[in-house]
């Protein structure tokens, strides 16, 4: 058998299997975990009738147990009631999750909830400088949890002090934690408690 005629054929098989795993398929939404996690049942292609659970790329709303996480769960399902919704899968976070993005009725929803004020861009994955761009907007604007009369707290600063304290729903800041703002850039950075006060040409927001 001449093996190098099957190079070819093997090729456009794992191009054809590639296309097919981030092309942007029809599906149903099941389920609403939180701001950036949904459950979604494929509705046509290889994926027919599997319900999966999904992130959306790119964006980090707030944890359900944050201040907000309830509201950003909610905005993500009022975008929900279009009956064309599809999804185009990206890749897999380093959890193995699959992340893509979802499209209603043809609108980017994952930057719909930056744009509307309940999730950050994840610069992890994303560098979109036009999703930035939102998320800057929805800030200046004061636009959906940026409406709180003080800062809130990244997802991912949350998740990091979880074990150590609990974090009721309306406790927007996380404890022991002090915040300091860049008086040029506005530019945030978080530090221990056990800082006594933020570097110069910094501003605390709390401590």
Same mark, same amino acid.
């Given at each position: 058998? %001449?093996?190098f005629?099957?190079i070819?054929m +093997? $090729?456009?098989?794992?191009?054809?299997?590639?296309? =097919?795993?981030f092309s942007?398929?029809?599906?149903i939404?099941?389920?609403?975990?939180d701001?950036?996690t949904?459950s979604?049942?494929?509705l046509?292609?290889?994926?027919?009738?599997?319900?999966?659970?999904?992130?959306?790329?790119?964006?980090d709303?707030?944890?359900?147990?944050?201040?907000?996480?309830f509201?950003?769960?909610q905005?993500?399902?009022?975008?929900?009631r279009?009956?064309?919704?599809?999804?185009?899968?990206?890749s897999? %976070?380093?959890?193995?999750q699959?992340?893509? +993005? $979802?499209?209603?009725?043809?609108?980017?929803?994952? =930057?719909?909830?930056i744009?509307?004020?309940?999730?950050?861009?994840?610069?992890?994955?994303?560098?979109d400088t036009e999703?930035?761009?939102?998320?800057l907007?929805?800030?200046?604007k004061k636009?959906?949890?940026?409406n709180d009369?003080?800062?809130?707290?990244p997802?991912?600063?949350?998740?990091?002090?979880e074990?150590?304290?609990?974090?009721?729903?309306?406790?927007?800041?996380v404890?022991d934690?002090i915040i300091?703002?860049?008086d040029i850039?506005?530019?945030?950075?978080y530090y221990?408690?056990?800082?006594?006060?933020?570097?110069?040409?910094?501003?605390?927001l709390?401590?």
């Amino acid at each position: 058998m %001449n093996y190098f005629k099957l190079i070819p054929m +093997i $090729l456009f098989m794992l191009i054809l299997s590639v296309t =097919n795993l981030f092309s942007m398929e029809k599906v149903i939404v099941v389920n609403v975990h939180d701001g950036d996690t949904i459950s979604i049942k494929y509705l046509e292609g290889e994926r027919k009738g599997r319900v999966e659970k999904v992130k959306l790329f790119g964006i980090d709303a707030p944890e359900l147990d944050q201040a907000y996480g309830f509201n950003a769960k909610q905005h993500l399902a009022t975008h929900l009631r279009s009956i064309d919704i599809k999804f185009k899968m990206r890749s897999k %976070n380093l959890d193995s999750q699959p992340e893509g +993005i $979802l499209y209603a009725d043809g609108i980017n929803i994952n =930057n719909k909830m930056i744009e509307n004020g309940y999730a950050w861009q994840n610069k992890r994955y994303s560098t979109d400088t036009e999703v930035n761009d939102m998320y800057l907007y929805a800030r200046n604007k004061k636009i959906g949890l940026w409406n709180d009369t003080q800062e809130p707290i990244p997802p991912w600063v949350f998740r990091s002090y979880e074990g150590k304290s609990k974090h009721p729903a309306i406790n927007t800041y996380v404890p022991d934690l002090i915040i300091c703002r860049d008086d040029i850039t506005s530019e945030l950075t978080y530090y221990s408690i056990d800082k006594v006060s933020c570097p110069k040409g910094t501003k605390a927001l709390i401590r």
